[in-house]
């Protein structure tokens, strides 16, 4: 991994022109909530990596006309330890409960009957994880079958980010 100081207002603002089209193509509504001066440490290409995926699979698995957002926050975690939490929220057909243990398996598909017209491989969610993992970070969804989903990533927070670069990994 490359790692240097990603600012994540300007990383979703160039994700969300990538997605854009595919949003404006189901007519769904792409909204955001991100603090404006709030940075990582991270590889700026493998985080576009994990939430393109994240958000090609909201647009893809919610019907006309919902809504996909990002949120990001910085929460405190026993007491003086803090991290980013960034959410990507869909309103959309969500997700069984019995499949919810297993949808960051590689190849794993929800339903391929209601799936295979999107024609996706399964990959997507067992790459998002591996670069959380890569990242220090960890990975969650919460989700409900006709209301939405969630995919919610927490990572480490650097409150002073350092002016060069280093590497890892
Ligand atoms: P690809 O490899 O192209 O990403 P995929 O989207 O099918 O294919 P994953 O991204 O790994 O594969 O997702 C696995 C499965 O989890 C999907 O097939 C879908 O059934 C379910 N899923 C993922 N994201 C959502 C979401 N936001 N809402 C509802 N279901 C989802
Ligand atoms: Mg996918």
């Known amino acids: 991994l490359e790692y240097a100081p990603v600012h994540l207002k ?28 709030l ?19 909201a647009i893809n698995y919610t019907l006309e006309g919902g809504r996909v957002k990002v949120d990001v926050d910085v929460i405190d975690v026993d007491g003086d330890e803090e991290k980013v939490r960034i959410a990507v929220s869909d309103t959309g057909i969500g997700i069984p409960k019995k499949d919810l243990p297993r949808i960051f398996e590689r190849f794993y598909r929800v339903d391929k009957a209601r799936s295979r017209s999107s024609g996706g491989t399964g990959l997507g969610l067992s790459i998002v994880k591996h670069l959380t993992e890569l990242h220090h970070g960890t990975l969650r969804v919460e989700s409900k079958v006709g209301e939405g989903s969630s995919f919610i990533l927490e990572l480490p927070f ?10 890892a990994e």
């Not at 990383?11 to 792409?30: D, H, N, R, T, Y």
């Open 39 to 57: 940075f990582i440490e991270g590889d700026e290409d493998r985080l576009k990596q994990i939430f393109m995926n994240l958000l090609s699979n």
């Open 10 to 37: 300007e990383l979703f603002g160039s994700i969300f022109e990538m997605m854009q089209p595919a949003a404006a193509k189901k007519s769904i509504v792409m909204v955001q909530d991100i603090p404006e001066h």
């Open 158 to 167: 650097m409150q002073q980010h350092e002016e060069e670069g280093y590497e």
